[in-house]
């Protein structure tokens, strides 16, 4: 069984979208998904750009009426600020509430989203798990937020944009003025999208390579200790750690320079406003609440600092939507309609190649029982997988009595295939229930009695609650483990029963039992047996021998043993 390392992703050829939303269907598919809570926020901060907006005209019109002779004429504008202001925090408070309950629900559909498509992707999932839970748990968060996002964007848009209208409407020279100066503000802002998007997306690899590599580092960590290799695979896990840094002090570098930047260009602009509003004031063409006006419009439309917030937080969001379609990159399985036809579970494999395997033409009878043998490496694990659908091959078909595996409806297929590996994961919350996980719950003497085949009853029985025992609260030896993986399988026992080295950690003696519980105790049905064994291969009916990219020979153990080159491949494995 081989997974992904970290460090092959990229030959793996996983790499992100390039180009605009059109390029980008899962960014699509985010803000779609989370268009109806955007559209509220879109609402709330337009209000709240419409409150800001209308307060400097307000606080003209009160300061003129103030200095003018009807003092009393100011009263309803001065409660109009108020309103305005007030109307201001609570827009405000309204937004942030509505920002957060959408960001939460985008972020809970796009891990939902993501998992159930790994998880639908089979065994050959692109991405090595501590990158996947990185993508998972980092990446959605920062996705989440982009739907409303986009709309607080929009948003912040119309306060410049208004800013600017209002101060033209106020008086036209001074927005000509402003005018003057917006293509270098512009011109700010896109290099700044431009800059913090790469150094960002390249921040999100790093920190996704380091997640991948300590996952790796955790299962393999008595590995590690045997080897006393604790100081090579700290090195090892942290070699992308430079490149984190890098991008982080460069994205750092990207705001910290467009700020600046923003922080001497805006106070000019805004004087340039003034001095021309005070040049008009002093020509009488402007009142003095007018210029009061002007001025607040003209720092409202150089008010780009929450755009910048709004979107460097989008040129995250992108980044991170980028990373989880990464994880959406391999197709998931598809699955016909038809059931199966009266049979005894005949496998057959035509023109079938996978992994190391290349036009492999095999026949099992239903109702056999066969042994897979060959040298490490010579595509056992492989062909197991395509026997029961785990994966599918690169080429040729797969049936079960006379069915091609993709046309089967998913619940036959798992109704009727079952599979037990070496090293089992253990599923359910209790010992139980990890026997019972799977398709169409058995019942507790179902269970009992698959634990039983499984030469597993004793030892679950012995436990503190037996079979109500917390999967976590009964530390398993290897071999424990198996036998309860087995009795999963028999619980679930159609008519094709695959055994991926599951019996590798048992006893010789329980191996027997297992093997005889296989022939008497179960549904009838053929039973394909991954082994390294040579008594595995000698109770088998027939032997599958695997050997140069393809099946050397199918025939009964007693025949092929002959051969020396056949007694080599059991000679290898004891060695
Ligand atoms: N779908 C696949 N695509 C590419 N390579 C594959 C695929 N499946 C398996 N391989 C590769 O083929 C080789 C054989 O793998 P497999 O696990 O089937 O061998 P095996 O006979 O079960 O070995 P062992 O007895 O050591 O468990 C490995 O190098 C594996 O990485």
Redesign the pocket.
């Known amino acids: 069984?081989?997974r992904p390392r970290a460090d092959l992703l990229s030959a793996r050829g996983v790499r992100a979208p390039e180009g605009p939303l059109a390029q980008r269907p899962f960014l699509r598919e985010t803000v779609r998904y989370g268009a109806a809570p955007a559209a509220l926020v879109l609402l709330l901060t337009t209000a709240l750009a419409g409150a800001g907006l209308a307060l400097p005209w307000a606080l003209g019109r009160t300061l003129d009426l103030l200095l003018g002779d009807d003092r009393a004429a100011a009263g309803p504008w001065l409660a109009l600020c108020a309103a305005l202001t007030g109307a201001t925090i609570l827009l405000g408070a309204l937004d942030g509430l509505v920002t957060a309950v959408a960001n939460a629900r985008t972020t809970a559909w796009i891990r939902d989203r993501v998992l159930r498509h790994v998880l639908a992707t089979g065994p050959?999932a692109a991405l090595p798990e501590g990158d996947l839970v990185a993508r998972l748990v980092g990446n959605a968060a920062q996705a989440g937020p982009v739907p409303a996002t986009l709309a607080a964007t929009l948003a912040a848009v119309i306060t410049p944009v208004g800013g600017l209208v209002a101060l033209a409407l106020t008086d036209g020279w001074s927005a000509l003025a402003l005018l003057a100066g917006m293509p270098v503000l512009a011109l700010l802002l896109k290099v700044f999208v431009r800059a913090s998007g790469d150094a960002g997306a390249a921040y999100l690899r790093a920190q996704g390579e380091i997640a991948g590599r300590l996952t790796e580092a955790v299962e393999g960590a008595r590995t590690i200790a045997a080897a006393d290799a604790a100081e090579r695979d700290a090195a090892r896990i942290l070699a992308p750690l430079p490149e984190l840094s890098r991008q982080g002090y460069r994205m750092w570098r990207v705001t910290g320079r467009s700020t600046a930047q923003a922080a001497a260009l805006l106070p000019l602009l805004q004087l340039a406003v003034l001095a021309v509003a005070g040049l008009r004031l002093a020509d009488g063409a402007l009142s003095v609440g007018g210029m009061l006006a002007a001025w607040r419009y003209a720092v409202l439309a150089t008010g780009t600092g929450a755009l910048v917030g709004q979107l460097n937080a989008l040129v995250r969001g992108r980044a991170a939507t980028d990373r989880l379609a990464e994880a959406l990159a391999p197709p998931a399985m598809t699955y016909g309609t038809r059931q199966l036809p009266e049979g005894a579970g005949a496998l057959e494999f035509r023109s079938m190649s996978?992994?190391?395997l290349r036009q492999v033409d095999l026949y099992v009878p239903g109702g056999a029982v066969a042994a897979v043998v060959?040298r490490?490496?010579?595509?056992?694990?492989?062909?197991a997988a395509v026997a029961g659908r785990l994966?599918d091959p690169?080429r040729g078909t797969v049936l079960v009595d006379g069915v091609p595996l993709p046309e089967l409806s998913r619940d036959a297929l798992r109704r009727e295939v079952g599979h037990a590996f070496a090293r089992p994961a253990l599923l359910g919350a209790t010992v139980g229930g990890t026997i019972a996980f799977g398709v169409g719950e058995p019942g507790p003497d179902e269970v009992r009695a698959a634990a039983r085949a499984a030469c597993a009853d004793e030892f679950v029985r012995r436990l503190p609650l037996g079979y109500d025992t917390p999967c976590a609260e009964a530390p398993m030896s290897g071999g424990e483990a198996q036998r309860l993986g087995l009795a999963r399988a028999f619980a679930h026992c159609g008519r094709l029963l695959i055994l991926d080295?599951a019996t590798s950690s048992l006893d010789s003696a329980t191996e027997l039992k297992v093997s005889r519980a296989l022939l008497d105790e179960l549904t009838p049905g053929t039973r394909l047996i991954?082994a390294?064994r040579v008594t595995t291969a000698a109770r088998a009916d027939l032997v599958v021998w695997?050997d140069g990219g393809g099946v050397r020979a199918l025939a009964p153990h007693a025949e092929l043993w002959r051969l020396p080159e056949y007694r080599a491949v059991f000679a290898e494995e004891a060695a």
Do not use: E, F, I, N
């Open positions: 069984m081989t050959r996978t992994g190391p060959g490490s490496g010579s595509g056992k694990t492989a062909l994966a690169d080295d991954v390294h695997l």
